[in-house]
């Protein structure tokens, strides 16, 4: 799952056969820039993947169930490991922008863990808490190749919210207190669901901006997609490595 400025991952697929989200019966149509909707499927590393360049928050007015169409597809095509990005604001002062952060714990904002309107008859209860959310074997994997390929991976804890907005000073101070990380408005749902169904979960964030709680400051969204464009340096290597290493 690729989230924003980071759909361009998805061309180093080798043989990639793509898919729009619209030629897809049921599937959301992302509507955020960065989010271009495609399915691509093909071979990374020498292993088969399948890539989803985009989806869909529920701030676009998506139901949970609608948002998480995407990935219950990926969960039904049979895959072994669920590998997420995202862009996320830093709350750690010692981040910076373009890090590329393993997600390693979260915090769930979005109010989202009742049972939906209409769950999945497999799953009941769409979205269950576990503190064993984020695959600890290959977070381990995760930052033994970036270390191999000279460069240190750090992890933390991510805060989920709603969304849309960018935080208030006062609210980078709250959740810094609270033990937040990075914030942002996806993935947790994702992680929750493939947890449920019993595939492990590999999540990075790209750390774009770090507030600093004292200064006043803007963040615009086209800053986003260039920090994230920028940690593609370090995160496609990465990606492709873990899959050429452990799969082949």
């Known amino acids: 799952m690729l989230g924003s400025g980071l759909g361009q991952l998805a061309d180093a697929i080798e043989s990639p056969t793509l898919i729009p989200y619209a030629g897809i019966p049921e599937f959301p149509q992302p509507g955020v820039s960065g989010h271009s909707g495609d399915l691509v499927l093909g071979h990374l590393g020498g292993t088969q993947v399948a890539a989803l360049k985009g989806r869909c928050h529920l701030y676009e007015g998506w139901s949970l169930e609608e948002s998480l169409i995407p990935v219950r597809t990926l969960l039904e095509l049979g895959i072994e490991l669920l590998i997420l990005s995202n862009a996320s604001g830093g709350i750690n002062p010692r981040f910076h922008s373009g890090l590329v952060v393993a997600i390693d714990s979260h915090i769930d904002w979005l109010f989202q863990t009742r049972k939906s309107p209409n769950p999945d008859p497999s799953t009941g209860s769409i979205l269950m808490r576990s503190h064993r959310t984020y695959d600890s074997m290959w977070l381990a994997r995760a930052q033994e190749t970036a270390l191999e390929m000279g460069f240190c991976l750090p992890t933390g804890t991510y805060l989920a919210t709603l969304g849309p907005n960018y935080e208030t000073r006062a609210e980078y101070r709250a959740f810094g207190r609270m033990g937040a990380d990075m914030v942002g408005m996806s993935t947790v749902p994702e ?58």
Request: aromatic residues 6%.
């Open 191 to 248: 992680a929750l669901l493939a947890m449920q169904h019993g595939v492990r979960v590999l999540a990075f964030s790209v750390v774009t901006n770090v507030a600093n709680a004292d200064v006043p400051s803007q963040t615009h969204h086209a800053e986003v997609l260039e920090w994230s464009a920028n940690a593609r340096a370090r995160l496609q290597p990465l990606v492709t490595k873990i899959a050429s290493k452990y799969f082949r």
